[in-house]
Each structure stands twice: as C-alpha cells, then as structure tokens.
C-alpha cells in the first residue's frame, strides 16, 4: 500500500466552480501535512500546510482528520490559474516527506 | 526569501557519461538537503538525504555508487550520476529544509533538473 494515496483526477470544473479532493495516508504516525502544488514541468511550491483544527488560506481550506487518516482540499471560487497538480504531502517526524502522485486540477473559462 | 536554484535545468548526455547536477539555498543556510526523482505522471521519489558534512542517507533500492551526493557546505550540495544510462533519463529534484532552531518539516525546492540520457 502507498503511504500516500490521492484520487488522480482529472477535476474539470468551470471557473467560479468549488473543487474538493481527498488524500489517504497508511501512517498513524504522521505528524505533519502539507498541501503542495505542481504546475507542469516545474517543481511543487508550497501551497499550505494543514492543521488539526482545519484551516483556510484565502479561496483554499485544508482539513485533517486524524481518526481516518485523511487530508481534505477544497478550492472556492476557482480561478484559470488554480490549474495545476495538487500534490498531497505527508511527514512522519523525521523530515523526510512523502508524497502523493497527485491530483490533477483544470479550470475552464 | 527562502529560495533554492539548480545547475543545469536542463541536460543531455550520452549513455556512460557522468552528469552532475548542483543544489544551492541562496539566501538561507540549510542543515538538510533532500534529492528527489520524478518520472512522468508519478509522485517525487526521495533519492537520499544530505547533511553538511557528512554521508548521505540513501532510500532502499537507491545505489549510492551511482548516483554520488556531496553536501560540502550549508548552502551547496551536489548529484552526480556515474555511468548514465537511458532508463537514468528523468526530472531531478532538490529541496533543502532551513537551519532552524525547533521542528520545522517545511522543504523548498529547487527548479529541478531535466536529465536526458541518450
């Protein structure tokens, strides 16, 4: 099993649309969860990361529970801009991450 | 703040030749440097992690003979490739994580390197 798992999409939504995703981690023992995004042929930039209250960044809120082992992101309002590759991003406490392959997001006009 | 460059983006190579592909944090000191690999539509793939100073740490089924890490300052860490071959041909990644005092997991990546072995 993956440690980290990710529903590959692709998610076509329109502009303005609301777009949520999910990831699986196999660790109880995570500590740390990140949201990343991937544009094509570029390396993952840091979007947010997400903690145990939740919590949100402008259009972009992150969930985390703990009990399931899942990380939630949703997208308001999405923008052209917003397509990319959302990559999920677990740490175990010893700073290495582990990452998902991806979820693939495009916005139409 | 908080950025990482990588030289070449871009490379070709004939198969048997050595590549090698540098990491640099240009405006912060990093104690750890990651190298990740990145083939078409899949995750990155840690390679090995670098310390200043010391061996680097490699994943299971990474051979450390052939992809050779050198971390020799906190801001320069360095991947060579020996002997490349076709299936070597893939997108090369680094990251580093800030010297910090506390837990910090967060990583900045560099640009990534685009290697091409003919």
């Known amino acids: 099993r993956k440690e980290v798992e990710q529903d590959p999409g692709p998610f076509n939504v329109p502009e303005g649309a609301t777009v949520a995703f999910n990831c699986t981690y196999s660790?109880?023992?995570?500590?740390?969860f990140f949201w990343y995004r991937q544009d094509c042929r570029k390396e993952p930039k840091l979007l947010m990361s997400v903690y145990s209250s939740g919590n949100e960044d402008g259009r972009f809120t992150a969930q985390l529970n703990r009990a399931s082992q899942y990380i939630s992101l949703l997208i308001r309002d999405s923008k052209l801009s917003d397509s990319a590759t959302y990559l999920c991003v677990v740490n175990h406490g010893d700073y290495k991450l582990s990452f998902g392959a991806g979820t693939t997001v495009t916005v139409r006009a | 703040g908080a950025v990482v460059s990588q030289h070449p983006s871009r490379v070709i190579c004939k198969s048997g030749t050595s590549v090698k592909i540098e990491c640099r944090s240009l405006d912060f000191q990093a104690t750890t440097m990651f190298w990740y690999r990145q083939f078409p539509k899949q995750s990155l793939m840690l390679m090995a992690t670098s310390n200043e100073g010391s061996k680097a740490t490699y994943e299971q089924g990474v051979e450390k003979d052939k992809f050779l890490i050198n971390h020799a300052s906190l801001t320069l860490s360095t991947l060579t490739v020996t002997s490349a071959h076709p299936e070597d041909s893939s997108f090369y990644i680094c990251s580093a994580r800030p010297l910090v005092a506390g837990h910090s997991y967060e990583q900045y990546f560099g640009p990534g390197t685009r290697l091409t072995v003919t």
């Open positions: 660790n109880s023992a995570s500590q740390s």
